[in-house]
């Protein structure tokens, strides 16, 4: 696939400090979800409880708006940023995909594509509408209109991939994801089904039915994160919004308020996007001061699409103050020689990597990731196989190095692809030491 990661613009963030903001914590993770399904079980106990007075319109209102938040736990964990126990991520990730009506390896491989495509509403799964945006279907999602797509999960259960997954989802994911498909069939249908057995809409209004009722407020902010800006270009300061939003809903929202800062580092978890905002705010747009501002700028701007439909708006950009940096390989003399295994490249000095880091080397045009893991060196290509991000931005955590794009995984001694949206192998290089140095050893080209 083209190297479409690398295209995208990104704020200069010190890697030592954005190293620390992508550290994953369980307990950061594990205090929030327990928060957040704590609320939603009392407000559900509050609704039953009210079922019969006036009261229960609100408190069915408020449950609602809980549940379809867990939305943002299911996106957070498509990113499986949340906690630093995979096993953990992943758990949430399929309660919470069932919850929001989502098939979860489906739904993870769109998000994927709409990282790598934000805003690019050819190509883009979660644009809602490319322009001019189509009023209905903005006003059908504040009511949970369209959120929910049986239509693929019912075809992936009845082992149908068409075109448009088959551009989405890679082949060998295709098995996986049909026999959840037909776990998320079985399981809706039992709801369906215990219902009507037992005369009660009651499983249905808990569960499927909050997914409308509950909409408005997820979906409010939900379009502030892209409708009217730019299309179709390579920066999240043009195509993403920042919003101020009050404490209550920043917690639900799982800080999504910072969305340009989540799109350009989405190895970031939510609890350190604040951290993340206080360093680069002054290299991004203002952010608008609430809801009410940005949809101030939104629906003029919906409704004047609809007569000139490429009317948008273009957020204003500080001035530039330093240059979008990469990370540079200190210059040296480069040495090489051969034996009968490889031809050997002088790469990084060995004291400028630290344990459970990578760095990268350039050598002929091609890039190098090198990481240091419990005192030894590895040397792989550090182009992400899945859509070209420099691994040698990423994160090293438990022997693997994590893609900066879409947190792709690959074992760091073999290479081999361990977390999707990685399936291809990377390739490996030995590695010695030698005067300093460490250098990598490329294949010997036979005559
Ligand atoms: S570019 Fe997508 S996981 Fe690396």
Redesign the pocket.
């Given at each position: 696939?083209e190297n479409?990661?690398e295209k995208w613009y990104s704020c200069t963030v010190d890697r030592e400090e954005l190293l620390k903001l992508m550290e994953r914590s369980n307990k950061k993770g594990i205090v929030q979800v327990t928060l957040h399904f704590t609320i939603l079980i009392l407000l559900g106990v509050l609704s039953y409880n009210l079922i019969g007075t006036y009261w229960m319109y609100p408190a069915f209102f408020a449950y609602g708006t809980v549940y379809c938040f867990l939305n943002h736990v299911m996106h957070e964990t498509h990113h499986r940023t949340p906690f630093k126990s995979n096993g953990l991520n992943e758990f949430v990730h399929w309660i919470t995909a069932f919850a929001h009506g989502a098939e979860p390896i489906f739904d993870r491989w769109g998000h994927?594509q709409h990282?790598?495509y934000t805003y690019f509403p050819d190509v883009d799964p979660e644009v809602p509408s490319a322009r001019p945006i189509k009023i209905s279907i903005i006003v059908g999602q504040f009511f949970g209109i369209g959120i929910i797509r049986p239509i693929p999960i019912i075809k992936h259960a009845l082992g149908i991939v068409d075109d448009y997954t088959k551009n989405l989802v890679p082949e060998s994911d295709w098995k996986k994801m049909i026999w959840s498909s037909r776990l998320w069939v079985l399981a809706y249908l039992a709801i369906i089904g215990f219902s009507i057995y037992f005369l009660t809409l009651l499983p249905l209004i808990f569960t499927l039915f909050a997914r409308f009722y509950g909409a408005f407020i997820p979906s409010m902010l939900n379009h502030t994160q892209h409708v009217g800006l730019e299309e179709n270009v390579y920066d999240h300061r043009l195509n993403t919004r920042n919003v101020k939003i009050n404490r209550i809903l920043s917690f639900l929202y799982w800080n999504m308020e910072y969305h340009i800062e989540h799109h350009m580092y989405p190895g970031v978890p939510f609890h350190a996007l604040p951290k993340l905002n206080n360093l680069v705010k002054d290299q991004l747009p203002k952010p608008y001061k609430s809801v009410w501002a940005a949809y101030k700028e939104m629906i003029p701007t919906i409704l004047k699409q609809q007569k000139e439909s490429d009317f948008h708006v273009t957020p204003i950009l500080p001035e530039e103050k330093s240059t979008n940096s990469k990370t540079e390989f200190n210059k040296r003399e480069e040495t090489i020689f051969q034996d009968s295994e490889a031809k050997w490249i002088s790469s990084i000095k060995i004291d400028d990597l630290k344990s459970n880091d990578v760095l990268p080397f350039k050598y002929n045009d091609t890039d190098y990731a090198i990481y240091k893991l419990d005192g030894h060196f590895f040397a792989s290509t550090a182009?992400?196989?899945?859509?070209?991000?420099l691994?040698s931005k990423?994160i090293v955590i438990d022997n693997t190095i994590e893609?900066?794009?879409?947190?792709?995984?690959f074992d760091i001694k073999t290479g081999k692809a361990t977390?999707?949206?990685?399936c291809d192998h990377l390739q490996t290089f030995p590695t010695r030491e030698k005067d300093g140095y460490i250098y990598i050893g490329l294949p010997l080209i036979s005559n």
């Open positions: 696939m479409e990661f994927a990282h790598t182009k992400c196989t899945h859509a070209g991000a691994l990423g893609c900066p794009a879409h947190q792709g995984r977390h999707s949206p990685a």
